[in-house]
């Protein structure tokens, strides 16, 4: 099958007065049509960068990046971001929030604002629609930033450590239900994160990177001995902490390596 995502042997520097910093040395790696991948790897190793290029913030200096096998720059397919802060705007309402996208990119439409109103029904932010974003709480506001992403219906998904910015306890619901809002939708995604236990409860596959310049030290396909599994339940799986404990040694295999979270 063709992949939806493709990167082959990216590297990249970047360039400032003071010198030349190699951040990603030949990264490649390919995600599947319905895929929900995770990359982790220490802080400042190249996560963000690797999510700029992948969105064509960024270009490559070496490699090809290809979605829906075209080149990025060919490509009409839309990517979504979602980031640790949700930057709702708090002189809009909920609704005028999550309408923004659509707004920017000419695309509300009849049919795209009946898509959103669908979505706010059905994942219980309808009676949020006039309040302010300062009136929702942490876990609600980063829903009402998923829905302004899918409502412009991106063909991937690119979550850079979403809910690193919430109490642990926030972000263990809000993992799950940002998790399985994507299920739900059926979207691709590739998610980043400093923490093993995040990546390993949300995704399918955990790709590992090793410090900056990063390259991918391996590629852990996830199968966790549970059925119909969401975020939270994945963390009870017998096989659970065999994962955590691969990724982890894979991570500090490295003499320099620096320490990552266990939370
Ligand atoms: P991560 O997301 O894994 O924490 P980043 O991709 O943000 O890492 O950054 C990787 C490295 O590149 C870091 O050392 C960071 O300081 C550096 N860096 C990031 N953006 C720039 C930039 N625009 N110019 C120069 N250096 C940068
Ligand atoms: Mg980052």
Not at 133 to 159: D, N, Y
Not at 161 to 181: C, H, K, M, W
């Amino acid at each position: 099958m063709k992949p939806l995502l493709e990167l082959n042997h990216i590297s990249l520097s970047y360039h400032t007065p003071e010198g030349e910093t190699p951040v990603l040395s030949d990264i490649s790696f390919s995600i599947q049509q319905g895929e929900f991948a995770a990359i982790v790897g220490p802080s400042g190793c190249g996560k963000s960068t690797i999510l700029n290029l992948i969105s064509g913030l960024l270009r490559p200096e070496e490699g090809t990046i290809s979605i829906d096998g075209k080149p990025l720059e060919e490509s009409s397919l839309n990517i979504g971001y979602m980031l640790q802060k949700d930057h709702l705007f708090e002189w809009r309402t909920i609704y005028s929030n999550v309408l923004l996208g659509l707004e920017i990119q000419h695309k509300l439409t009849e049919s795209s604002q009946a898509r959103v109103d669908g979505l706010l029904a059905s994942y219980g932010l309808e009676q949020f629609k006039k309040s302010r974003p300062s009136q929702l709480s942490g876990g609600m506001r980063q829903r009402a930033a998923l829905i302004r992403t899918l409502a412009l219906e991106p063909a991937l998904l690119l979550l850079d450590e979403p809910f690193s910015a919430l109490d642990y306890q926030t972000r263990l619901n809000v993992a799950d239900d940002i998790g399985q809002i994507i299920k739900k939708e059926g979207k691709t995604a590739l998610l980043v994160t400093h923490d093993i236990s995040e990546a390993l409860s949300m995704a399918d596959r955990v790709i590992i990177l090793s410090r900056r310049p990063a390259s991918i030290r391996s590629v852990v396909p996830v199968e966790l001995d549970i059925a119909n599994r969401t975020p939270m339940t994945s963390r009870n799986a017998p096989n659970f902490k065999y994962y955590f404990n691969l990724i982890w040694k894979e991570l500090n295999s490295h003499e320099y390596s620096s320490a990552v979270s266990v939370s």
